[in-house]
């Protein structure tokens, strides 16, 4: 069985300040692991995914996850956030079971000005 | 052009109403699935689709019925409405399932927008 934790229903940093949103997963086989943003009304979209090789991948809009195999954690980071990252994230894991994706409970970003 | 889309957007309606949302993808994926979003944010599958072959279906009521006329299109059919069913259900796609698999894919979901389902 898999499943997803994401520490923090809310997080809210200052404009230009680091951004760090936080996910455990439990897999019984090697994770495929995904972050996804939500915008309002919208659905979701692919910031970032760990599937093999390089542990530290890069995503769209100066996102990017760290897959730390031994903490079974895939945080996400980026440097200094804009007020446009505002929006509901979701980290997600995939794997043995074929092809069901499993979420986390998403995590809040509020960007103050 | 919209990669997924879903009909309609909002749906408001009467409990014991029956309803469909309809999904179409022109991405060329193999896969399709339906996700209800509740008020909490919290995504759950529904059902998954490859190849018009029913794959994945959680403990949804038998009032929910998902059709797959070919791998572009998912259907959904909920038959008496319930306050509960009240959600945002998406569409999504993908090019096959998990990437470890043979003919698995990237393991990407592309999500439609939603349809907002207001049971009263």
């Known amino acids: 069985a898999q499943s997803v934790t994401q520490l923090g229903s809310h997080v809210s940093v200052s404009e230009g300040a680091l951004v760090l949103l936080r996910c455990n997963y439990s897999?019984?086989?090697?994770?495929?692991l995904f972050w996804y943003v939500q915008y309002p009304n919208q659905g979701l979209q692919l910031l970032l995914k760990?599937?093999?090789?390089?542990?530290l991948v890069k995503g769209i809009n100066g996102f990017e996850a760290e897959f730390k195999k031994s903490e079974t954690s895939f945080h996400l980071t980026k440097p200094s956030a804009h007020m446009s990252d505002a929006a509901e994230y979701f980290c997600a894991v995939s794997g043995g079971g074929g092809f069901k994706t499993i979420f986390g409970a998403g995590t809040r970003l509020f960007v103050k000005a | 052009d919209t990669a997924v889309s879903q009909t309609p957007k909002y749906l408001v309606t009467q409990m014991g109403n029956d309803k469909s949302i309809k999904c179409e993808q022109n991405l060329g994926h193999d896969t399709m699935y339906w996700y209800k979003q509740d008020s909490k944010k919290f995504l759950k599958i529904m059902f998954s689709?490859?190849?018009?072959?029913?794959?994945i279906n959680e403990t949804v009521p038998n009032r929910f019925s998902p059709k797959s006329p070919d791998k572009a299109h998912l259907n959904l059919h909920i038959n008496s409405l319930e306050l509960g069913d009240s959600a945002v259900y998406f569409c999504a796609s993908s090019q096959g399932g998990y990437p470890g698999l043979a003919g698995g894919g990237t393991g990407e979901l592309f999500f439609g927008e939603g349809s907002r389902l207001t049971v009263l």
């Open positions: 897999s019984s086989v090697p994770p495929y």
């Open positions: 689709y490859n190849n018009k072959e029913l794959i």
């Open positions: 760990y599937t093999t090789g390089a542990t």
